[in-house]
C-alpha cells in the first residue's frame, strides 16, 4: 500500500482555494457497469445520496452532494455504460445530460471517469469516448490495491500522459485515494477553462473510416501497451473454472437453484420478525388512537383509513429490502451474471432473454421495483414483454391471501397449507409463461435477443454498497406505491363508511338475516351494506356468483382492485359486522369461517376458498404496478391491456375452479 | 462435428464454433446483421483483438481484452477469428 500512497503524495495537488462558490457545479461520475461507480458515489457522498428519475424518463441516476473545502458540489451518478452511440434509454439519458442537453440538470463542469485499473484494454475504449466530449475529465483508477497486490505495473504517468487526463490511483471500496481524487476534482474545477486538450491520437481516430468502436478498442490496446506491463491484464485460470461450471446446465443450474434457495429462505426467514414489529407497532398505534379519541368518524378514518392503509404498506418493507441487498450482493459478487447465462437458455423458450430473469426474480417482491429493473434488458420488445408479465409472478402482496386461503381450507395443517403456497407461486409462474409466450406470437412478436454479456469478474461484495441499495429500493417502493395504497385506503374507507346508517347500528342483530318461505329477508341492513361499497357489492353479486363470490367477497374483490391484499382486512372487517366472532376464538379465520351464505351453508366452502385463489393469482389488483407500467412503456395502452387480460384470465380461471372443484367436492 | 467450410482452403479464418475451447487467436470479422455485430463489438469483441475461447456449448465464453463475455452460440456461430497456430 506504501507504493500507493506515495504515488498519491507525488501527484497530490497543492492546497488551492476553494472553487468559486457562486453556484453549484456539477459533476458527472461516468464508467463502464462494474467499475466500481457506485461505489466511489457511496464513498463520495456518505449515505446521503438518492436515486432519482431523469426528468421526463424513467431511468434511474444517483445524485448527491459533495463538499470539497467549502464548496458543494452536485454530484451525478449516469448509469453504467458501454458506449454513448448505443440506443437504450439510459444511453441517451446519458449522453443527454453529458451534452448539458438534460433538461433540469446543469450543463456539467467536470467528469470524473471511473475504470477498472484490473481490467484497462476492455475500459479505456469508453474513456476515450468520453475524453471526446469536450468535458474537463479526471480518471479514478479504482481497484488499484489490487494491481499492487499482484505487482503489476502501470506508469501512472504514461497513462495520464496517453489519455490526456489526471489519473489518480484509488480503491473506492477501501476508500483509498479518495482524497487525491478530490484535489484533482478541485483543481480540474477552477482550471475550468484550460484542461487538456484530447490527445492527438484519439482525436484522430474518431474520424477513421472503418468502424469508431474497433478504433477506439484499438486505441485502448495501444494505450495500455505503452502505460502497462503485458501482464496487467489479469486473467485467472480459476476464474476461467469456476465458469465453466457456474454457466452449465449440469452444474450451474443446481448451483443457481440452490443460491436462490437461499436467497428466498432468508428473505422470508429474515423479513418475518420485522414484520412482525411493523405489525404489532401499528396495532399498538391504531389502540392508542383509539384510547385517545372517541370512538366515531374520526376514529374510524385514522384507524381503518389511514393506518390501515399505512400499516399496509410498511409491512412489505423488510422484504423488498432483504431481496435487494441479495441481488446487490450478488450482483457484485459477479455471480448474477453467470445466472443470467444458466437462464438464458430456459427463458429463452418462453420467450424471454436471459437478462429478464434479474426482474423476474425482484417481482417476487414486488412488481413495481421489478417493473423497474427491466431496464437492464436492451431489446425494447424483450422489456416489454418482461414487464408485462411481471405482474403475474406471486409478490409479497398475495401472500396474505394465500395464507388466509391456507388456514380456511387446513387450519393448522402446515403441510397441506404450504401446499396451498406452492400452487400459488406455480400457477402465477404458468401464467406468465403462457402470457410470454401469446405476446410473442402476437402483439410484442419477435425473438429474445441472443445472449451477449460481459462477465465480470469474481469479487467480494460489498455490504456497504448493498445495504445502500436496499435502502433505495425501500425508499423507492414507498414513495411510488406507498403515497397510492394510502390514498386508495382512504377512499375505500369513505366508499365503506358513508352513507352511515341513519340510527345507530345495534351490532348484534343489525344483520340478522331471516328466512322467510325460503326468500332472504335482511331485517336491517349492516353498516357496510348500507354504505356505497356495500351497495355496489350487492349491485355486482351476480357478476361474481359463477365463481362462488357473494356480496362480501364481491365488496373484497372490488375494495381490492387497487391493492390486493386490502381483500384480507376487507374480509375481515365484514366479517366481524356479521357479528360471529366468537370471544373464545377471537382469530379472525375462524370467523370467516363460519360465515354463511343466505342458505345457511359455509360461505368459504373448499370451492370457493379455491376459486377465491386462484383469482387472486391471477388477477391485476395493483394500481402502483399499472402506474409503473404506464410510466415504462409511456402509452396507456399496454397498462389497459394488462389489466383487461389478466381479470379475464383471473375470472375464467376461477370460474372453472369453482365449478369443476363443485362437481368432485360436491 | 465441425462443419467444413468449402472456402477453407483459401481462407485461414475459422468460425469460433469451429474453434476447440482453450484455442486462442485473432478476431478477423463478425458477420453479422449490424444490431448484433454492434452489440459484439460494444462488448470489447472487435477485428484485430486476442480472443481466447474458455468453453464452448450453447453459450460460448470468451476471453478478450481483460474482459470475460458470455455470447449465444448462434452468435459464435458468425464470429471468425484467426487462429494463433495458423498466423505462426
Redesign the interface.
Known amino acids: 500500500m506504501n507504493a500507493l500512497l506515495n504515488v498519491i503524495q507525488e501527484d497530490g495537488a497543492p492546497s488551492s482555494p476553494a472553487v468559486s462558490a457562486k453556484e453549484r457545479p456539477c459533476v458527472l461520475l461516468a464508467g463502464l457497469p462494474n467499475a466500481g461507480k457506485t461505489s466511489l458515489f457511496n464513498r463520495l457522498t456518505g449515505l446521503r445520496g438518492h436515486t432519482a428519475n431523469f426528468p421526463g424518463t424513467t431511468v434511474e441516476v444517483r445524485e448527491g452532494a459533495l463538499r470539497i473545502g467549502s464548496t458543494e458540489v452536485y454530484l451525478l451518478d449516469l448509469p453504467g455504460l458501454?458506449?454513448l452511440d448505443?440506443g437504450s434509454l439510459e444511453q441517451e439519458a446519458a449522453r443527454a445530460v453529458i451534452r448539458g442537453e438534460a433538461e433540469g440538470i446543469p450543463k456539467p463542469d467536470a467528469m470524473i471517469i471511473v475504470v477498472d485499473a484490473?481490467?484497462?484494454?476492455?475500459?479505456l475504449?469508453l474513456t476515450g469516448e468520453l475524453r471526446a466530449q469536450g468535458i474537463p475529465v479526471v480518471v479514478a483508477l479504482n481497484m488499484y490495491d489490487e494491481v499492487e497486490k499482484r505487482k503489476v505495473h502501470i506508469s501512472l504517468e504514461r497513462l495520464s500522459e496517453e489519455l490526456g487526463a489526471h489519473v489518480v490511483p484509488i480503491s473506492a471500496r477501501e476508500g483509498i485515494g479518495i482524497s487525491a481524487l478530490l484535489e484533482q476534482l478541485e483543481r480540474l474545477l477552477l482550471e475550468r477553462a484550460t484542461f487538456k486538450e484530447v490527445p492527438p491520437r484519439l482525436a484522430a481516430c474518431s474520424t477513421c473510416r472503418g468502424?469508431v468502436?474497433?478504433a477506439r478498442?484499438?486505441w485502448?490496446?495501444e494505450v495500455v501497451k505503452n502505460a502497462a506491463a503485458e501482464s496487467s491484464?489479469?486473467?485467472s485460470s480459476v476464474?476461467?473454472k469456476v465458469?465453466?461450471y457456474c454457466?452449465?446446465?449440469l452444474v450451474g443450474l443446481p448451483i443457481f437453484a440452490g443460491v436462490m434457495f437461499l436467497l428466498f429462505f432468508s428473505v422470508f426467514r429474515l423479513a418475518a420478525i420485522p414484520m412482525d414489529w411493523i405489525d404489532s407497532g401499528f396495532g399498538e398505534l391504531i389502540a392508542l388512537v383509539q384510547y385517545l379519541i372517541p370512538e366515531g368518524t374520526v376514529s374510524s378514518f385514522l384507524t381503518d383509513g389511514v393506518l390501515a392503509g399505512l400499516g399496509g404498506v410498511v409491512v412489505f418493507l423488510p422484504q423488498i429490502c432483504i431481496l435487494f441487498f441479495g441481488i446487490k450482493l450478488l450482483e457484485d459478487s459477479g455471480y448474477l451474471?453467470r445466472a443470467v447465462?444458466v437462464m438464458?437458455?430456459i427463458m429463452r423458450r418462453f420467450g424471454l432473454p436471459g437478462q429478464a430473469f434479474v426482474p423476474m426474480l425482484a417481482a417476487h417482491a414486488c412488481a413495481v421495483p421489478a417493473i423497474m429493473s427491466s431496464r437492464l434488458i436492451?431489446n425494447p420488445r424483450d422489456r416489454l414483454r418482461t414487464i408485462l408479465v411481471i405482474p403475474l409472478l406471486t409478490c409479497s402482496a398475495r401472500l396474505p391471501v394465500y395464507l388466509m386461503v391456507a388456514v380456511l381450507l387446513f387450519g393448522d395443517n402446515a403441510f397441506a397449507g404450504s401446499l396451498v403456497f406452492v400452487s400459488g407461486y406455480a400457477l402465477g409462474a404458468v401464467a406468465a409463461i403462457c402470457v410470454s409466450l401469446v405476446l410473442q406470437r402476437s402483439l410484442v412478436a419477435g425473438t429474445p435477443?441472443?445472449?451477449?454479456?460481459?462477465?465480470?469478474?469474481y469479487r467480494m461484495p460489498s455490504l456497504r454498497d448493498a445495504l445502500q441499495s436496499a435502502l433505495d429500493r425501500g425508499l423507492m417502493f414507498l414513495k411510488e406505491a406507498g403515497t397510492i395504497i394510502l390514498m386508495i385506503s382512504v377512499v375505500l374507507w369513505a366508499l365503506s363508511s358513508f352513507p352511515q346508517l341513519p340510527a345507530p347500528p345495534a351490532r348484534a342483530d343489525s344483520s340478522q338475516v331471516v328466512a322467510v318461505s325460503g326468500e332472504v329477508v335482511p331485517a336491517q341492513p349492516s353498516a357496510l351494506e348500507y354504505s356505497i361499497a356495500g351497495r355496489v357489492g350487492k349491485f355486482i353479486e351476480p357478476v361474481f356468483a359463477p365463481l362462488g363470490f357473494d356480496w362480501r367477497i364481491s365488496v373484497g374483490v372490488l375494495t381490492s382492485f387497487a391493492a390486493r391484499e386490502v381483500v384480507v382486512s376487507a374480509l375481515a372487517v365484514m366479517s366481524g359486522i356479521e357479528g360471529e366472532v366468537s370471544e373464545d376464538d377471537p382469530g379472525f379465520i375462524n370467523s370467516l369461517r363460519r360465515m354463511r351464505r343466505p342458505d345457511g351453508s359455509l360461505l368459504f366452502d373448499i370451492p370457493t376458498a379455491l376459486s377465491l385463489l386462484v383469482f387472486f393469482v391471477l388477477a391485476m389488483q395493483c394500481l402502483p404496478t399499472q402506474v409503473m407500467t404506464y410510466r415504462e412503456t409511456r402509452s396507456l395502452r399496454w397498462p389497459l391491456l394488462q389489466f383487461g387480460w389478466m381479470s379475464f384470465m383471473a375470472y375464467g380461471a376461477a370460474f372453472v375452479t369453482y365449478q369443476l372443484a363443485s362437481i368432485f367436492v360436491g | 462435428m465441425p462443419s467444413v467450410d468449402p472456402l477453407s482452403h483459401c481462407n485461414r479464418s475459422a468460425r469460433l464454433t469451429d474453434v476447440q475451447a482453450g484455442e486462442e487467436g485473432v478476431v478477423e470479422r463478425l458477420d453479422l446483421e449490424a444490431d448484433?455485430r454492434?452489440?459484439?463489438?460494444?462488448?470489447?469483441l472487435?477485428?484485430?483483438?486476442r480472443v481466447n475461447l474458455?468453453?464452448r456449448?450453447?453459450?460460448f465464453?470468451l476471453?478478450t481484452?481483460?474482459?470475460?463475455?458470455?455470447?449465444?452460440r448462434?452468435?459464435a456461430a458468425h464470429v471468425y477469428i484467426i487462429r494463433s497456430q495458423d498466423i505462426a
Open positions: 458501454y458506449g448505443g484490473t481490467r484497462l484494454p476492455h475500459q475504449p468502424c468502436v474497433t478498442c484499438h485502448a490496446d491484464i489479469l486473467r476464474a476461467d465458469d465453466e454457466t452449465s446446465t451474471s447465462v438464458d437458455g436492451e435477443s441472443r445472449l451477449a454479456i460481459e462477465l465480470p469478474p | 448484433e454492434f452489440r459484439l463489438m460494444r462488448l470489447g472487435v477485428p484485430g483483438r474458455v468453453k456449448g450453447s453459450r465464453l476471453a481484452a481483460g474482459a470475460r463475455l458470455a455470447i449465444d448462434a452468435l
